[in-house]
Each structure stands twice: as structure tokens, then as C-alpha cells.
């Protein structure tokens, strides 16, 4: 089974800084998606990125990037220039690659709360 | 607009009683999936559904139920089995098979409370 493990239950950045959330999962399988999904107070759940893996190439949104290292099964989320509003909890997910009768479930980390000082 | 659309918000439960919530979406998903998160425990999956007239327990299916009897709507029953029902939930939807869009769609959620 596919488990996924957020070893920062909590972080903490300066307005403005740069923060890295950690990430590690464990799968047999070579291709599937990684995703980092955002829950503000509000608690709706959006998505920040995405990476197949089958991509090398880091996945970039504005001031959200990922390290993406696929032999060491790591996926972190880097944030650049925090906003107030980057605050929230953080929640990396694992995603299995779809082939006919595949198990499609998304399996999520315990998350990481981010807290940015004004 | 596109959306899931959960609910209601906030629901009340006495000791015993069976409830139900619902979660309907229009983004043409086969799949549909319902979540508990609790604090320190992330989301764990309860039930999950690929297609009309089908569904599987996830990791947590104990004291629940579901039906999935159009494309739309994937209703979750909590019944008076699970013993401890107080929790956020969340129901989300994905296409299938996964074509380029594979990331889930969430609903706004329903916090249940035993009273």
C-alpha cells in the first residue's frame, strides 16, 4: 500500500522568506502523480501543484515549486516570497497512474501547518 | 459554475441516530470519494466510487455507508456503528479513467457533531 509521510506537523516563515515543506511516500509503482493541496482556515481544499512522475522536469506555479527527487521518493514544496495568505495547512498527495480498473484513490500526508509572520 | 457542492455545513447528531450527507457535483466525474479529517490524522479515505452502481470501502469504511445511484450524487450515511462520528468530512471528485486533468475536486465540506 501506497503511504505517504510529512515529517513537519508544523513550520513557520517571515513574510517575504522562503519555506520548504517536506515529503516522502512509498509506492512499487513507477508512474503515478504527486500532488501538494493547500487548506486555509476556510478549509476548502485547492490545489497548489502537480508532478507526474514521469516528468523530470520540477514543477514550477509562480511562487510554489517542487524538488521532486523520484529514487529517494521525496517531493517537497518550496515558497517563495510568502504572503499572509499563504497560511495554511498543507497536504502532499499520492495518486496512483490510471490503467483500465486502476485503484484512482488520492492518499494523503497528515499535513503540515504553515504559519507566515507578518 | 462546476463544483461539488456539499451538504448541509454543520449537522448535529444524537447518540444513536443515523444521518446522512450529502455531496453532488457537475463536473461530469465518474469518481467520487468521501474523506474524514480529523486534526493530526490528515484525510483517510471512507468510500470511494469509480462508476454509477459501484463502490469500495476505503480504509476506514466501519459505521458507514454509501450509494451511488447517480453519476451526480455519491450520499454518505453515518450510522450509529461508528462510534466515534465527530469530524470534518470531505467529498471529492476525479475523472476517470485519469486523462490530463488528475488531481481531485473538493467540496466546502460538513463538520458533524454528536450532541
Known amino acids: 500500500a501506497q503511504t505517504v509521510t510529512q515529517s513537519q506537523p508544523e513550520m513557520s516563515v517571515q513574510e517575504a522568506e522562503t519555506v520548504t515543506l517536506s515529503c516522502t511516500y512509498d509506492?512499487?509503482?513507477?508512474?503515478?502523480?504527486l500532488f501538494w493541496y493547500k487548506q486555509p482556515p476556510s478549509r476548502q481544499m485547492i490545489l497548489v501543484i502537480r508532478?507526474?512522475?514521469?516528468?523530470?522536469q520540477n514543477a514550477t506555479e509562480n511562487r510554489f515549486s517542487v524538488n521532486f527527487q523520484k529514487a529517494a521518493k521525496s517531493f517537497s514544496l518550496k515558497i517563495s516570497d510568502s504572503q499572509l495568505g499563504d497560511a495554511a495547512m498543507y497536504f502532499c498527495?499520492?495518486?496512483?497512474?490510471?490503467?483500465?480498473?486502476?485503484?484512482?484513490?488520492?492518499?494523503f500526508g497528515k499535513g503540515t501547518l504553515l504559519t507566515v509572520n507578518p | 459554475d462546476g463544483g461539488i457542492t456539499q451538504s448541509p455545513k454543520y449537522l448535529f447528531r444524537k447518540e444513536g441516530q443515523n444521518v446522512t450527507l450529502s455531496c453532488e457535483q457537475n463536473?461530469?466525474?465518474?469518481?467520487m470519494y468521501w474523506y474524514r479529517q480529523d486534526p493530526g490524522q490528515g484525510l483517510r479515505l471512507i468510500y470511494y466510487?469509480?462508476?454509477?452502481?459501484?463502490?469500495q470501502k476505503g480504509d476506514i469504511a466501519e459505521g458507514y455507508s454509501v450509494s451511488r445511484e447517480k453519476k451526480e450524487s455519491f450520499p454518505l450515511t453515518v450510522t450509529s456503528a461508528q462510534k466515534n462520528p465527530t469530524a470534518f468530512y470531505l467529498c471529492?471528485?476525479?475523472?476517470?479513467?485519469?486523462?490530463?486533468?488528475?488531481?481531485?475536486?473538493f467540496g466546502q465540506g460538513t463538520r458533524l457533531t454528536v450532541v
Open positions: 471529492a471528485s476525479t475523472r476517470f479513467p485519469a486523462g490530463g486533468d488528475t488531481e481531485a475536486f
Open positions: 509506492t512499487s509503482e513507477s508512474d503515478y502523480y
Open positions: 508532478q507526474e512522475a514521469y516528468k523530470q
Open positions: 498527495a499520492y495518486r496512483r497512474f490510471s490503467r483500465g480498473g486502476s485503484n484512482y484513490k488520492l492518499t
Open positions: 463536473l461530469n466525474h465518474d469518481a
Open positions: 466510487s469509480q462508476i454509477v452502481n459501484d463502490f
